[in-house]
C-alpha cells in the first residue's frame, strides 16, 4: 500500500544535506532496577518491539522517490523488514558521567538515516553511573511530529513495570506489506500527477500568497514579504475576509548572533530537569502559562551565554515555536501536522520577573496572529509550489538567512512537549527522564526543547559544534534564571 508525503512531511527530507539532518528523536535515562534481572538488555528491547510493532505501522514504512522529483516520495511496507537492523547496543567508558552520554549522543545525531530502510533506529546504552542505562531513539521528522512521537511511546511505554496484555496480530490480516514499485511505476504515478500541479496551485493561490512570508519555505525569500502585504490588502479590500485578512506580524527582525551562521555537520548536546513545582509556582503567582515560563527561561539563559560571549544585540531574539494542528481524527495517520509561531523573546530584558511578564505578552500576540491564520497554512503553501521547486526553495530559504546582508528568519527554535505526570516503564524499566533530541539549521543553531515528566521539566539542548561549544554553560544558566525568578516572586 503507497502512502503519499505531504509537502510539509517532504520539506524535512528536502532540508537534508551533508550538514543537515532530519531526524529528531528522545535520550531515555532508565532504571532497570525495576525489573527481575536488575538489568536491561538488548534481548528485551528486541522482545518488546516484536511484540508490538504490529501497532506501529510507522516504523515498517520505508521510502520510495518518484523519478527526477517529478512529485513526492512515498511510504511502502517494507516488504524486507528487518527489526534487528534497526535495533543497536553500545556501552559507554567509565565513569559513565552524562557529559560522556552527551558526547555519544551527539555521535549518534550526527549520522543520517539509511534511506533504503524504515527512517528509525534505536541504541541501548549501557555503563551509566549508579547502575543506570539509556535509550536513544532516532527517527525521521518526515515520519512523525511531537504528538505523533507520543503516540509511538503510548505504544511502547507502560504504566506498570510488569507491562500489559498486548492484542495479538491477526495471522490472516494484510499488513499491506507488497512488491516495491519500480522506477517505471512511480516515473508513471509522477508523470500522471504533473497535470495537476497547476490546477493545485491555482486553487491554493488566493487563501496562500497573504500567507507566503510566514511559509518556512518561503519564509526570508526576497519579495515573498511584499506579496503576502499586497495580497492581504487587496484580499480587504475587496471584503474577502476569514483567511484572507490582514494579520499583524511581528515588526522585529531576528539579528545576528554566534549560532546564526552556516550549521557544520557536528554537533554539541546538553540535557538537564528543571523542577516542574517550582515552574507551576511562578506560573500561578504571575497569572501566566508554564509555556511563557519556559520562553523566559530560555530568553534568560540564552542572554547570559551571549552577555559572557560579548555578543548580546540590542534587539530581542526571534524564536520559532511548533504549535500542533492535529485534530482528533488525525490521530494515528503519522506524518506532520504542525504550525509554527515566531515569536520575539525577552533576551534584551535584563529583570527576571520582567522577562516573564514580557514572554506572557509576546506570546499572547503570536497566538493571536496564529489564530488569524488557517489551520492547514503550512500544509497549504507547501502544496502551493510543484514538489521539485519546493525542496529547492527550502534549502535557499535556509541559506538567505545565513547572508550578513540578510537578517536571520529567526535565531533558534524553542519547543515544549508535555508528558505524562505519573511513572512509565520501558521493558520492565523505570523511566528516569526524557530528554528531546532535535534539529537545527543553518541560520538557527541552537534548539532548545523540552519535555514534562512526572515533577520535572527535562531539557535537551542540541547546537552546532562550533558556534556553541560551552552548550552545558546553558545548562547551568536555566538553573540559575529558575531560581533568580522563584526569588523575586517569593519576595
Known amino acids: 500500500?503507497?502512502?503519499?508525503?505531504?509537502?510539509?512531511?517532504?520539506?524535512?527530507?528536502?532540508?537534508?544535506?551533508?550538514?543537515?539532518?532530519?531526524?529528531?528523536?528522545?535520550?531515555?535515562?532508565?532504571?532497570?532496577?525495576?525489573?527481575?534481572?536488575?538489568?536491561?538488555?538488548?534481548?528485551?528491547?528486541?522482545?518488546?518491539?516484536?511484540?508490538?510493532?504490529?501497532?506501529?505501522?510507522?516504523?515498517?514504512?520505508?521510502?520510495?522517490?518518484?523519478?527526477?522529483?517529478?512529485?513526492?516520495?512515498?511510504?511502502?511496507?517494507?516488504?524486507?523488514?528487518?527489526?534487528?537492523?534497526?535495533?543497536?547496543?553500545?556501552?559507554?567508558?567509565?565513569?559513565?558521567?552524562?557529559?560522556?552520554?552527551?558526547?555519544?549522543?551527539?555521535?549518534?545525531?550526527?549520522?543520517?538515516?539509511?534511506?533504503?530502510?524504515?527512517?528509525?533506529?534505536?541504541?541501548?546504552?549501557?555503563?551509566?553511573?549508579?547502575?543506570?542505562?539509556?535509550?536513544?531513539?532516532?527517527?525521521?521528522?518526515?515520519?512523525?511530529?511531537?504528538?505523533?512521537?507520543?503516540?509511538?511511546?503510548?505504544?511502547?511505554?507502560?504504566?506498570?513495570?510488569?507491562?500489559?496484555?498486548?492484542?495479538?496480530?491477526?495471522?490472516?490480516?494484510?499488513?499491506?506489506?507488497?512488491?516495491?514499485?519500480?522506477?517505471?511505476?512511480?516515473?508513471?504515478?509522477?508523470?500522471?500527477?504533473?497535470?495537476?500541479?497547476?490546477?493545485?496551485?491555482?486553487?491554493?493561490?488566493?487563501?496562500?500568497?497573504?500567507?507566503?512570508?510566514?511559509?518556512?519555505?518561503?519564509?526570508?525569500?526576497?519579495?515573498?514579504?511584499?506579496?503576502?502585504?499586497?495580497?492581504?490588502?487587496?484580499?480587504?479590500?475587496?471584503?474577502?475576509?476569514?483567511?484572507?485578512?490582514?494579520?499583524?506580524?511581528?515588526?522585529?527582525?531576528?539579528?545576528?548572533?554566534?549560532?546564526?551562521?552556516?550549521?557544520?555537520?557536528?554537533?554539541?548536546?546538553?540535557?538537564?530537569?528543571?523542577?516542574?513545582?517550582?515552574?507551576k509556582e511562578i506560573k500561578n503567582r504571575l497569572g501566566v502559562k508554564v509555556n511563557d515560563v519556559v520562553v523566559a527561561l530560555c530568553a534568560g539563559a540564552v542572554r547570559e551565554w551571549l552577555i559572557a560571549n560579548d555578543a548580546l544585540p540590542d534587539e530581542p531574539l526571534l524564536a520559532q515555536i511548533p504549535v500542533s494542528v492535529r485534530t482528533e481524527d488525525q490521530i494515528g495517520t503519522y506524518g506532520n501536522r504542525i504550525s509554527v509561531m515566531i515569536v520575539p523573546i525577552p533576551t534584551d530584558e535584563p529583570d527576571p520577573v520582567q522577562r516573564v511578564l514580557r514572554a506572557n505578552e509576546a506570546m499572547l500576540a503570536a497566538k493571536d496572529r496564529h489564530r488569524a491564520m488557517p489551520a492547514e497554512l503550512l500544509q497549504d503553501v507547501a502544496n502551493f509550489i510543484p514538489p521539485a521547486v519546493n525542496a529547492r526553495a527550502a534549502r535557499v530559504a535556509l541559506q538567505l538567512g545565513t547572508q550578513q546582508r540578510m537578517r536571520p528568519l529567526y535565531n533558534l527554535v524553542i519547543s515544549n512537549v508535555p508528558g505524562p505526570p505519573f511513572p512509565l516503564y520501558l521493558g520492565g524499566a523505570e523511566v528516569v527522564a526524557n530528554y528531546p533530541v532535535s534539529v537545527i539549521t543553518d541560520g538557527a543553531g541552537l534548539n532548545i526543547t523540552v519535555m514534562s515528566y512526572r515533577d520535572s521539566m527535562d531539557f535537551g539542548l542540541i547546537a552546532d559544534r562550533d558556534q556553541i561549544p560551552e552548550i552545558w554553560d546553558l545548562i547551568g544558566a536555566l538553573e540559575r534564571d529558575l531560581a533568580a525568578i522563584a526569588a523575586e516572586v517569593a519576595a
Open 1 to 279: 500500500m503507497l502512502r503519499q508525503l505531504t509537502s510539509l512531511d517532504a520539506q524535512f527530507l528536502a532540508i537534508e544535506s551533508p550538514s543537515h539532518y532530519g531526524h529528531v528523536g528522545g535520550l531515555v535515562i532508565l532504571d532497570p532496577s525495576t525489573r527481575e534481572s536488575g538489568e536491561l538488555r538488548l534481548e528485551d528491547m528486541s522482545e518488546l518491539l516484536s511484540e508490538r510493532i504490529h501497532l506501529l505501522p510507522v516504523m515498517r514504512w520505508r521510502l520510495v522517490e518518484v523519478p527526477l522529483g517529478l512529485d513526492r516520495p512515498y511510504w511502502i511496507e517494507d516488504p524486507g523488514f528487518d527489526l534487528e537492523y534497526h535495533l543497536r547496543e553500545i556501552a559507554l567508558p567509565p565513569p559513565g558521567d552524562d557529559r560522556r552520554l552527551a558526547e555519544q549522543v551527539c555521535r549518534i545525531a550526527s549520522r543520517h538515516l539509511d534511506r533504503s530502510r524504515p527512517l528509525w533506529e534505536l541504541y541501548l546504552i549501557q555503563g551509566l553511573e549508579g547502575g543506570r542505562c539509556a535509550v536513544l531513539t532516532k527517527m525521521h521528522h518526515a515520519m512523525i511530529d511531537g504528538m505523533s512521537g507520543a503516540e509511538i511511546m503510548g505504544v511502547l511505554f507502560d504504566l506498570e513495570p510488569g507491562g500489559r496484555e498486548i492484542e495479538r496480530p491477526d495471522p490472516d490480516a494484510d499488513n499491506g506489506a507488497g512488491e516495491e514499485p519500480g522506477a517505471l511505476e512511480m516515473l508513471g504515478r509522477g508523470l500522471a500527477a504533473l497535470p495537476m500541479q497547476p490546477l493545485r496551485t491555482l486553487r491554493k493561490l488566493p487563501a496562500t500568497l497573504p500567507y507566503l512570508d510566514v511559509a518556512p519555505s518561503i519564509l526570508g525569500i526576497p519579495g515573498a514579504e511584499a506579496i503576502s502585504r499586497y495580497a492581504s490588502r487587496a484580499r480587504g479590500a475587496l471584503g474577502g475576509g476569514g483567511d484572507g485578512e490582514i494579520i499583524e506580524r511581528p515588526r522585529h527582525r531576528a539579528p545576528h548572533t554566534p549560532f546564526s551562521g552556516r550549521i557544520s555537520a557536528h554537533r554539541r548536546f546538553s540535557f538537564g530537569s528543571l523542577p516542574l513545582g517550582t515552574v
